[in-house]
């Protein structure tokens, strides 16, 4: 099955600096890469995604690339915020067997830190 | 709030024990997805329902199950508990069941096992 790898498991900035969440995917077949954000104690939010026909998507203050030889896909957030600061997960879809089934696998997650 | 609903927000039982965990999709969504969240493993995929039928399954116990009702409610049953049970049940759902149907999750169902 499919293997998400995402580091770091932590990560501190400094308020304005930018960060950066790498993930690595194990199976080739995966073909889409939603980012969620997670803050505490509230339900994961989708907030960027990517497919696997695009190298580079942005949207504001944060961009996703994705290297499909390299199967290896990073979030970017710019000028960080304090509002910024969640467990962020990586995660990638790989169809199934059956119609119209696939599956997300999730990384295991990076908690951010800003620091004002 | 993403339109999610689930119940109970908070469940404790002993081992052994069986419970059931409800989540009702935002109006208009076919699939629900199920979701094990805990501190070790990250976030699990368990299973998906569209209108009413399986479709995926990840890594789901035996011991765990779900339906999806005909007004696209879902329950997952989970019985002969474990303490290692204990953990942050998701739900999402999504208007299809193509791969790129966004997912919005539910609050959460929070069990824990003693």
């Known amino acids: 099955g499919e293997n998400v790898e995402q580091h770091p498991s932590t990560l501190s900035v400094q308020e304005g600096d930018s960060a950066v969440i790498k993930c690595t995917y194990s199976?080739?077949?995966?073909?889409?890469f939603p980012w969620y954000k997670q803050e505490l104690g509230k339900r994961p939010q989708l907030i960027i995604d990517?497919?696997?026909?695009?190298g580079e998507k942005k949207d504001q203050r944060i961009a996703v690339t994705l290297n499909k030889t390299a199967k290896h896909f990073s979030l970017h957030i710019t000028e960080t915020q304090p509002e910024d600061s969640a467990v962020y997960f990586c995660?990638?879809?790989?169809?199934?067997?059956?119609?119209?089934?696939?599956?997300?696998?999730f990384g295991k997650g990076t908690k951010l830190s800003v620091i004002p | 709030d993403s339109g999610v609903t689930q119940t109970p927000k908070h469940l404790i039982t002993a081992t052994g024990q069986r419970v059931t965990l409800r989540c009702s999709p935002r109006?208009?969504?076919?699939?629900v997805y199920w979701y094990q969240q805990s501190l070790d493993q990250g976030l699990q995929f368990l299973i998906q329902?569209?209108?009413?039928?399986?479709?995926a399954k990840g890594n789901i116990l035996e011991r765990f199950s779900a339906q999806q009702f005909p007004d696209l409610h879902s329950e997952l049953n989970l019985s002969s508990l474990e303490l290692g049970d204990s953990a942050l049940y998701f739900c999402?759902?999504?208007?299809?069941?193509?791969?790129?149907?966004?997912?919005?999750f539910g609050p959460g169902t929070r069990l824990t096992v003693l």
């Open positions: 995660a990638a879809s790989i169809p199934l067997s059956g119609a119209g089934s696939y599956q997300l696998t």
């Open positions: 999402a759902s999504s208007p299809g069941q193509g791969i790129y149907n966004e997912q919005f």
């Open positions: 199976d080739s077949a995966s073909n889409y």
């Open positions: 109006s208009g969504d076919l699939s």
């Open positions: 990517i497919r696997s026909n695009v």
């Open positions: 329902y569209y209108n009413g039928e399986e479709r």
